[in-house]
């Protein structure tokens, strides 16, 4: 019996050694509309008129179907890409519309082998976040949307989602995009102390709640990266930009982790030659966009670069 208990635990040992590490995404997206014009449903009596008219197929971006599922298809292929044969095993995904764009993406991905977890939240365009997750390897536990109230503004929910990762470790993970620097950087700033702020307080309800628990907060954060968060890391310090404006890089998309997840994870930036494309403007390259103003590009992605957390458990 002893001699069993042994095998047992070599074999243990041997399944542990062997885990495959956790790839994890982050993306925004960039407009990623169903072509349908409708309402934000945040509960039985509450809707709210979105302002997508822009992205449907009589606005002024001439939005299609054809053009709609192009994109989508183009967004898997740079996950794809990034997962190589085995997938990536976790997305955040930023400027989503709705689920139906979430469920379109899971389906390209690989049929069947992805789900998801998405709220409406009260943007005035409709763009919401989401997580994919590979069932394969990760159960979701509970999930809900963080609001960010404020009588002067509207924006997105942050979500948080505890997971189980390979049915033994717990993960929480909070999917974010702050307020844009639409008005200028400096000038629309204290709506983005507002959102982290009410992020803060998620995250210091997870340290009460649990003792050294495994944190991953991703998304974009419309801010370049700096240690403004208790309790976490800030892994995006010392990379370069995700974001171009005017032949600036600019990391907005960040990578926060709790101490139990920094010595086991790395974070990088995913910036594949064939997601870019030559800056007409300014030396370098700059990340290949469905549109560049209103001109359409069908091999066009996002102008974002994801970022990606590889971490073994």
């Not at 709220?119 to 960010?148: F, H, M, N, Q, W």
Request: glycine share 6%; aromatic share 10%.
């Amino acid at each position: 019996m002893k001699r069993f208990l042994t095998i047992l635990g070599l074999i243990g040992c041997l399944v542990s050694l062997r885990a495959e590490p956790l790839r994890i995404v982050s993306y925004n997206v960039e407009n990623l509309f169903h072509p349908k014009h409708d309402s934000i449903c945040l509960d039985s009596t509450t809707f709210i008129e979105k302002d997508d008219y822009e992205w449907t197929p009589d606005g002024e971006r001439r939005w299609s179907y054809t053009r709609y599922y192009r994109k989508v298809e183009n967004i898997a292929r740079v996950l794809t890409n990034i997962g190589e044969w085995d997938g990536v095993d976790i997305v955040g995904l930023q400027e989503v519309e709705n689920a139906l764009c979430v469920k379109r993406l899971c389906y390209t991905l690989r049929p069947g082998e992805y789900d998801f977890v998405h709220y409406e939240s009260p943007d005035p365009r409709g763009i919401d976040v989401a997580l994919i997750y590979k069932k394969s390897r990760v159960d979701t536990l509970s999930s809900k949307a963080i609001s960010i109230q404020h009588s002067d503004f509207r924006t997105r929910d942050i979500l948080y989602v505890k997971a189980l990762v390979d049915k033994k470790d717990t993960l929480h993970l909070f999917v974010c995009h702050l307020p844009s620097q639409r008005g200028g950087a400096a000038e629309s700033e204290w709506k983005r102390k507002i959102a982290r702020e009410v992020l803060q307080s998620a995250i210091d309800s997870v340290y009460l709640a649990f003792r050294d628990p495994k944190i991953v907060v991703m998304g974009d954060f419309n801010s370049e990266p700096k240690e403004d968060l208790r309790g976490v890391k800030n892994r995006m310090k010392e990379l370069t930009g995700t974001h171009k404006y005017q032949g600036r890089w600019t990391c907005l998309d960040h990578f926060y982790t709790s101490p139990s997840l920094d010595s086991l994870s790395r974070a990088e930036i995913y910036n594949a030659a064939w997601i870019q494309e030559p800056d007409e403007k300014y030396p370098d390259l700059k990340p290949k966009r469905t549109y560049n103003g209103l001109r359409y590009q069908k091999d066009g992605f996002s102008d974002h670069l994801p970022i990606v957390l590889t971490a073994l458990l």
